[in-house]
Nanobody, 125 residues
Framework: QVQLVESGGGLVQAGDSLRLSCAASGRTWSVSSMAWFRQTPGKDREFVAT????????AYADSVKGRFTISRDNAKNTMYLQMNSLNPEDTAVYYC??????????????????WGQGTQVTVSS
């Protein structure tokens, strides 16, 4: 099992920045890639960004490309999401997720075995 704990959410104003962290523990050696998803009430969970643990290769949703940066610190088993130029549409609960090596793009929630509890990000206008 892999345990994931997010932190760093909060209330900010439009245009501000925020950095989320996701600390992984347990069988972290089994993790191939990790990702950030977000969800608002009444909507499906939405892909935000993903990173391959070994190579550091990344991919982003079009809605956050150029504003958000995903990164990881292998030594700390921690993934980050730097969010800049936030706007009210970014308001959501943000979840981190992890998966073992498998086929697939990593853009879909069903591809991930492990999830954190979520952290709320609220952007006021």
């Amino acid at each position: 099992q892999v345990q994931l704990v997010e932190s760093g959410g909060g209330l900010v104003q439009a245009g501000d920045s925020l950095r989320l962290s996701c600390a992984a523990s347990g069988r972290t050696w089994s993790v191939s890639s990790m990702a950030w998803f977000r969800q608002t009430p009444g909507k499906d969970r939405e892909f935000v960004a993903t990173i391959f643990w070994g190579t550091g290769s990344t991919a982003y949703a079009d809605s956050v490309k150029g504003r958000f940066t995903i990164s990881r610190d292998n030594a700390k088993n921690t993934m980050y999401l730097q969010m800049n130029s936030l706007n009210p549409e970014d308001t959501a609960v943000y979840y981190c997720a992890a998966r073992p090596p498998r086929n697939g793009s990593g853009y879909f929630g069903y591809e991930y075995n492990y999830w954190g509890q979520g952290t709320q990000v609220t952007v006021s206008s």
